[in-house]
């Protein structure tokens, strides 16, 4: 697990000049996302997948070979097919996946959901984002495991809220 971070740090540490960048810390906060809230004993399977995986950004996300060279062949290749934010069919492909995946592509796109305030590149996208984590992310995760199924459900009431003091604040007085 502590390879595939190192891994996943490498675009990181080369292209995001700002340390404080959302995207810098993602794959450690993904991995304590599962640490955290899963009770049962994941493996490492789903802990590196989790550090190794990036749904949003393709600049940061780890080359195959790389990700072969850490995980192995069976992982790197499980890595590459894991269903990403927006595809339209995400819903089939999320319930196909293996319990390590799944747990990986929920922590994931918990943590991308965390900070997706903080991200003004993705600002025009942000309805449609809770949208599909009304109708996809989380009833996965709360399928997935029920504490994560809990913390998409905190996210989209204060994500909701958000949009809304946000709209309030554009309309003309």
Not at 67 to 88: D, I, M
Request: proline share 6%; aromatic share 4%.
């Amino acid at each position: 697990m502590l390879d595939a971070l190192g891994c996943a740090m490498v675009p990181r540490e080369r292209l995001l000049v700002d340390d404080h960048h959302p995207a810098f810390l993602h794959p450690g906060r993904s991995i304590l996302i599962i640490l955290h809230d899963v009770r049962d004993r994941t493996g490492h399977a789903a802990l590196a997948l989790a550090a190794l995986h990036e749904s949003r950004d393709d600049e940061l996300r780890v080359e195959a070979g790389d990700a072969a060279r850490v995980v192995g062949g069976t992982l790197a290749e499980a890595l590459a097919g894991l269903p990403r934010p927006g595809q339209a069919d995400l819903a089939e492909e999320l319930v196909l996946l293996e319990r390590p995946a799944a747990l990986a592509v929920v922590a994931e796109q918990l943590d991308h959901l965390r900070h997706l305030h903080l991200r003004d590149d993705l600002a025009p996208d942000r309805a449609a984002v809770c949208e599909e984590v009304a109708h996809v992310w989380g009833p996965f995760a709360e399928r997935v495991d029920p504490r994560l199924g809990v913390r998409f459900a905190h996210w989209l009431r204060t994500f909701r809220r958000r949009l809304r003091t946000a709209a309030r604040l554009e309309e003309p007085s």
